[in-house]
């Protein structure tokens, strides 16, 4: 039976809900992320339409007099939270050099799954919240701790590949790095033919450092005949 009062509350429930993915989106969308503005709008207001149909059916059949049938509200969304996964770990890679990327994106489907549910449920208020302290989260905090927090968090890592000629010239390769106050935290060699050798490094600097300025400062020494430099 249409019910104009309850289908007012649902359009509003999935507006709400597209608005709060698109600020969710647009954050993505900025930074060029493989989850942008299209997918967390479906994933906000689909897990928002799907709660909202979860609690409406739940009381619209409760059941009948040969059979009672007991019905939780919020079945459908328990299922949203674990099918999200799906989408999670689809955006999760992991990168040549052994690094895994993709983990914060993964938490804002999730995230945007679970701003839409509470605003199906009726939280407006909860939700709005939610995705107010989602932005800080994801942006302001960690810039500001790069900038005023302990040391660690105002580094940045660097992968360098180099190819070196001498086996002797490792050795003073790493210690002209050491001189440049670069800290090396991993390093892998591999031998190359014609006796050269290939070094995987990856190393940290000061956030402020440009990595151009780092590929210029490295890539003078003389000892090394090709470079390649990535910002993690």
């Known amino acids: 039976m249409f019910n104009p009062e309850l289908e007012t509350q649902i359009l509003i429930k999935l507006g709400i809900s597209a608005i709060l993915g698109l600020i969710i989106g647009i954050e993505r969308e900025m930074k060029g992320k493989p989850v942008g503005l299209k997918t967390t709008?479906?994933?906000?207001?689909?897990?928002?339409?799907?709660?909202?149909?979860?609690?409406?059916?739940?009381?619209?059949?409760?059941?009948?007099?040969?059979?009672?049938?007991?019905?939780?509200?919020?079945?459908?969304?328990?299922?949203?939270?674990?099918?999200?996964?799906?989408?999670?770990?689809?955006?999760?890679?992991?990168?040549?050099?052994?690094?895994?990327?993709?983990?914060?994106?993964?938490?804002?489907?999730?995230?945007?799954?679970?701003?839409?549910?509470?605003?199906?449920?009726?939280?407006?208020?909860?939700?709005?919240?939610?995705?107010?302290?989602?932005?800080?989260s994801v942006e302001f905090i960690p810039y500001t701790l790069k900038q005023i927090g302990p040391k660690q968090l105002r580094q940045k890592e660097i992968a360098l590949k180099l190819i070196i000629d001498k086996k002797e010239d490792i050795a003073k390769v790493m210690n002209k790095i050491d001189e440049e106050k670069i800290l090396v935290k991993n390093i892998r060699i591999k031998d190359l033919e014609e006796n050269r050798h290939s070094i995987y490094l990856r190393i940290t600097v000061d956030q402020k450092r440009k990595t151009t300025d780092v590929y210029y400062t490295i890539s003078n020494f003389q000892e090394i005949a090709k470079m390649e430099i990535e910002n993690l």
């Open 41 to 136: 709008l479906v994933i906000s207001i689909v897990s928002c339409l799907l709660t909202i149909v979860s609690i409406e059916s739940a009381y619209m059949f409760p059941g009948s007099d040969h059979l009672n049938v007991t019905m939780d509200p919020l079945r459908l969304a328990a299922q949203i939270v674990s099918g999200i996964g799906f989408l999670g770990a689809g955006v999760i890679l992991r990168r040549d050099n052994n690094r895994i990327s993709g983990l914060t994106t993964a938490a804002i489907i999730w995230g945007a799954a679970g701003i839409g549910i509470a605003v199906g449920a009726g939280f407006y208020l909860e939700a709005i919240v939610g995705v107010f302290l989602l932005i800080i």
